[in-house]
T-cell receptor, first 110, second 113 residues
Framework: DAKTTQPNSMESNEEEPVHLPCNHSTISGTDYIHWYRQLPSQGPEYVIH???SNVNNRMASLAIAEDRKSSTLILHRATLRDAAVYYCILRRDSNNDMRFGAGTRLTVKP | NAGVTQTPKFRILKIGQSMTLQCAQDMNHNYMYWYRQDPGMGLKLIYYSVGAGITDKGEVPNGYNVSRSTTEDFPLRLELAAPSQTSVYFCASTLPDPNTEAFFGQGTRLTVV
């Protein structure tokens, strides 16, 4: 199974942009890159996903490297509410299970 | 849509007792998952199901059982509770298409004493 690697933790200042990296060097052509986040004491929630092109939605942007071996989740202006654990996972048609790593714990300082 | 609903939210069990954690979704999702999350750790996959009547083991299935008799429900059974099963349990569901998002319940916090 293709695995992802993320830093254990990152810090950001409020109202500044945050770039959360994810490495997935063994990604295959049919793997979608998904990002989820888990706010304190809550279940994970979907953030964004993409295949090859960069993606934007109301929560964040996803920048995917040209060789697709890495991606970056971009929060354009971090707020205190964005403090959470962010998970990057890969999903493909032929692989039914959905496994998570430890994620990146984002701390946002006022 | 209620999404993914887990019951109960909290439960305290004594060692050796059994219980069933309930998970229901109303989005007609084929795929459903059970995870456990220990304090300060990531999600570990316990079991998953790709449809009614089909279940498969994840990373940490020992001590748990599942069944999937309907598309909507995916209960997780603990037969002989042990302190090592103290954790927060999350259920998730999604469609088979990897180009779709997954939805998670709010979790069941289980303590075994």
């Amino acid at each position: 199974d293709a695995k992802t690697t993320q830093p254990n933790s990152m810090e950001s200042n409020e109202e500044e942009p945050v770039h959360l990296p994810c490495n997935h060097s063994t990604i295959s052509g049919t793997d979608y890159i998904h990002w989820y986040r888990q706010l304190p004491s809550q279940g994970p929630e979907y953030v964004i996903h993409g295949l090859t092109s960069n993606v934007n939605n109301r929560m964040a942007s996803l920048a995917i490297a040209e060789d697709r071996k890495s991606s970056t989740l971009i929060l354009h202006r971090a707020t205190l509410r964005d403090a959470a654990v962010y998970y990057c996972i890969l999903r493909r048609d032929s692989n039914n299970d959905m496994r998570f790593g430890a994620g990146t714990r984002l701390t946002v300082k006022p | 849509n209620a999404g993914v609903t887990q019951t109960p939210k909290f439960r305290i069990l004594k060692i050796g007792q059994s219980m069933t954690l309930q998970c229901a979704q109303d989005m007609n999702h084929n795929y459903m998952y059970w995870y456990r999350q220990d304090p300060g750790m990531g999600l570990k996959l316990i079991y998953y199901s790709v449809g009614a009547g089909i279940t498969d083991k994840g990373e940490v299935p020992n001590g748990y059982n599942v069944s999937r008799s309907t598309t909507e429900d995916f209960p997780l059974r603990l037969e002989l509770a042990a302190p090592s099963q103290t954790s927060v349990y999350f259920c998730a569901s999604t469609l088979p298409d990897p180009n779709t998002e997954a939805f998670f319940g709010q979790g069941t916090r289980l303590t075994v004493v």
